[in-house]
């Protein structure tokens, strides 16, 4: 997948943008502040429908002003072309996709992949259970519309389950069989979830392995495996008894504490639980592996590259470290990256680099 063309109106500090990428490494380069961040956010919207920033598309305006409207121009593998329109005006937000409106999120995620790393994308290996579950959901939702519908139908039904339960505690009232409909769905739907999930990882933790070693020099090896308070060789059977031996607690409780909502992934690096044990350093590489790695598992999946975006990642990485990150990326993923350093684009191929000046909103071509 390929953007060629970007036009930004009343987007952050953007006034009126319109502009087009014709290579596959485009670098955003000057001070704090001046609206690099703010291009590739653009980006991100367009794709996911959603930024990395913030859940509130009224953040997105431009100050003082009362709408904001972005589009895109993307070509895929098949040279087929692809535009996305987004406009926010009047709290009401409007995507038109293929020149149809866009009515439900099922119907174009997926359509435009993009694969985001930026600073505080770090709470995936250093934070709670449930940024990593989100890592693996968003992951497997954009590639496999089946996992999508089963986490959205059992996100639906835990959320069901749950105002029940907490009705339960604050009236005092207590109706077992109403729990245990809602325990069906739930084991039917989290099965699936989980069997997904697994499948997952044993195909991605092949690419995790290769990339870490590579990235590190051979220093760091790394694993992903799977945590639950389930029995993972017998999911199904132990997810419905503990279903079952937990409605009492659930009850007291005033929510569902039983489910893959509660699974967890456990990240090891040299055989060492690297949430534990992990340097600030090795964080940073186990990050960047598990980046690149969604971006080959994507590929080898749909065979479509996704658009990688990386905000201000050389800060933290050394000059050998990234050039080994640029070897990976420098095979047709058009990547844009934001840095106040331009000199690392030095260790791309220099026919394949765009470099931009960003002052105040406004690109010239360095």
Request: aromatic share 12%; proline share 2%; with cysteine.
């Amino acid at each position: 997948m390929k953007l060629n063309k970007i036009i930004l109106d009343n987007f952050r500090n953007y006034n009126n943008l319109d502009i087009g990428f014709d290579k596959d490494i485009v670098c955003f380069t000057g001070l704090n502040g001046q609206g690099k961040t703010n291009l590739i956010e653009a980006i991100s919207v367009l794709g996911l429908l959603n930024s990395f920033r913030t859940n509130n598309y009224s953040e997105m305006k431009k100050f003082g002003e009362d709408y904001f409207f972005i589009s895109g121009d993307f070509v895929d593998k098949n040279d087929n072309e692809l535009n996305i329109k987004i406009s926010f005006s009047n709290r009401k937000k409007k995507v038109i996709f293929q020149d149809k409106k866009v009515l439900k999120f099922s119907d174009f995620w997926g359509n435009i992949p993009i694969v985001y790393l930026i600073p505080d994308e770090s709470i995936i290996t250093t934070g709670p259970p449930l940024e990593r579950r989100k890592f693996v959901d968003k992951l497997l939702s954009m590639i496999d519309k089946e996992y999508f519908s089963l986490l959205k139908n059992y996100t639906k039904t835990l959320k069901q389950k749950n105002r029940i339960l907490y009705s339960f505690k604050k009236d005092n009232k207590f109706q077992p069989e109403m729990i245990e409909v809602y325990n069906e769905q739930l084991l039917e739907y989290g099965t699936k979830i989980f069997k997904k999930r697994i499948e997952f990882l044993e195909g991605f933790d092949k690419f995790f392995k290769d990339i870490l070693l590579f990235i590190s020099d051979g220093l760091f090896s790394g694993d992903i495996s799977y945590s639950s308070s389930m029995d993972l060789d017998d999911y199904q059977n132990d997810l419905k008894k503990q279903l079952s031996e937990n409605i009492q607690t659930e009850k007291d409780r005033g929510l569902s504490i039983i489910g893959p909502h509660k699974d967890d992934l456990v990240f090891k690096i040299n055989d060492n639980d690297l949430r534990k044990y992990g340097s600030k350093g090795q964080h940073k590489l186990f990050l960047v592996a598990l980046k690149l790695s969604e971006i080959k598992y994507i590929k080898s999946i749909t065979d479509e590259y996704p658009i990688f975006l990386l905000d201000d990642l050389y800060s933290e990485i050394d000059e050998k470290k990234s050039g080994k990150i640029a070897k990976i990326l420098d095979k047709d993923i058009q990547t844009f990256i934001t840095t106040s350093n331009s000199s690392i684009i030095n260790q791309f191929d220099v026919n394949n680099t765009r470099i931009f000046n960003v002052t105040e909103g406004a690109l010239t071509l360095q």
